[in-house]
């Protein structure tokens, strides 16, 4: 199989059967909505249908308006289309995270160079909400409760072993989010998955508290991924 094929079964063989503390759930868009299988096949097809080996950007998990709806990581609908040109019909998401993502894609050269070069996934790979008191569904980070995070252990531990079966390049991996990046150093001192770790602010961050900064944000990831 080639690199998109490896993706594609991933994705499609995803689920969480374990247990989360009360209040939480996690959504599965490859389960909830059949286009999203559709349109993350052909993402995957566009950009990765071959047998190169990519270096590994790793996020916290998806939000529920990006890769909880198209199953492309950091990737809502608008940008699915405008910039990659694959349309959503069942579903119009607008994601802050997808923003800098696709700016800072296409100061990298665009997407067909980027891909080439990054497979962007998460150590737990599924949109994980949780309800607030008045009863709103609200996204959650993996994280956020530490009974949450012993409770999801496991699956992240096999969901990057997954990813780095399908012939990532591991000697240096990019982790967003400080945060995340603490929890991902302490999973790896158990399993040793990485060799380096380099930690980027994560894009919704950026977008959301340091955007009057925004454009030298991008140069540092640009710096940090190799090609400024």
């Keep these: ?14 689920s969480y059967q374990g247990k989360l ?6 959504l599965n868009p490859y389960l909830d909505n059949p286009e999203t299988m559709e349109v993350m096949r052909q993402f995957y097809h566009k950009y990765y249908h071959d047998g190169i080996r990519r270096k590994f ?3 916290i998990n998806p939000s529920r ?11 809502d609908t608008k940008r699915l289309e405008s910039v990659c040109g694959i349309p959503m019909h069942s579903a119009h998401t607008h994601e802050i995270s997808s ?3 696709y700016d800072m894609i296409a100061a990298y050269g665009g997407p067909e160079v980027f891909y080439k070069q990054f497979y962007i996934n998460s150590p737990f790979p599924l949109a994980i909400v949780k309800q607030t008191k008045n009863g709103q569904w609200l996204n959650a980070n993996y994280y956020d409760d ?4 012993e409770s999801v252990k496991e699956f992240m531990i096999e969901s990057l072993e997954k990813h780095i079966s399908m012939g990532l390049d591991t000697s240096k991996v990019f982790v967003l989010g400080k945060k995340n990046a ?10 040793r998955l990485f060799g380096e770790i380099e930690v980027l602010e994560h894009p919704r961050f950026i977008q959301q508290y340091k955007l009057k900064e925004k ?3 991008i140069e540092k990831y640009l710096l940090a991924l190799g090609n400024y």
């Design 1 to 14: 199989m080639n690199f998109a094929d490896k993706v594609i079964v991933f994705n499609r063989e995803l």
């Design 21 to 26: 503390p009360e209040g939480f759930r996690v």
């Design 57 to 59: 950007i790793i996020g």
């Design 65 to 75: 308006h990006g890769a909880g709806v198209t199953g492309v990581p950091f990737t």
């Design 99 to 101: 923003v800098f993502v």
């Design 146 to 149: 530490p009974v949450l995070f």
């Design 182 to 191: 603490g929890f991902i150093q302490q999973l790896n001192k158990q399993i």
């Design 215 to 217: 454009q030298e944000y």
